[in-house]
């Protein structure tokens, strides 16, 4: 069975920064995707950025792209999301989900469809 568990959301400063933690258990990292989502109130789940295991290929939403990155330890079996120059917008609900590599649409590797495994989410919170 496959189990994420995100740590590392809080409260930070416009323009700082924050690290976003997801342990994944159950999972065989090199035939997985992980990807991390967001979700702010009344607005649609994005995906912001993702890591393909198999050989660290990763995918970035144009809103986080240059200020977020996406890393895998896979002897530790942990994803992580450096986010800098925070911005109001980057306001939500992060969650990480998880899916096997060969199941995921090229080009959809932000598409939450195609994630089955899902953390229960970490809230991170920017302010002026």
């Known amino acids: 069975e496959v189990q994420l568990v995100e740590s590392g959301g809080g409260l930070a400063q416009l323009g700082g920064s924050l690290r976003l933690s997801c342990a994944a258990s159950g999972v065989t990292f090199g035939d997985y995707a992980i990807t991390w989502f967001r979700q702010a109130p009344g607005k649609e789940r994005e995906g912001v950025a993702s890591?393909?295991?198999?050989?660290?290929?990763?995918y970035y939403s144009d809103s986080v792209k240059g200020r977020f990155t996406i890393s895998s330890d896979n002897a530790k079996n942990m994803v992580y999301l450096q986010m800098d120059s925070l911005k109001p917008e980057d306001m939500a609900v992060y969650y990480c989900?998880?899916?096997?590599?060969?199941?995921?649409?090229?080009?959809?590797?932000?598409?939450?469809?195609?994630?089955?495994?899902w953390g229960q989410g970490t809230q991170v919170t920017v302010s002026s």
């Open positions: 890591v393909c295991t198999s050989d660290d290929s990763t």
């Open positions: 989900a998880a899916a096997r590599e060969d199941l995921v649409v090229v080009g959809w590797e932000l598409t939450p469809s195609e994630y089955d495994s």
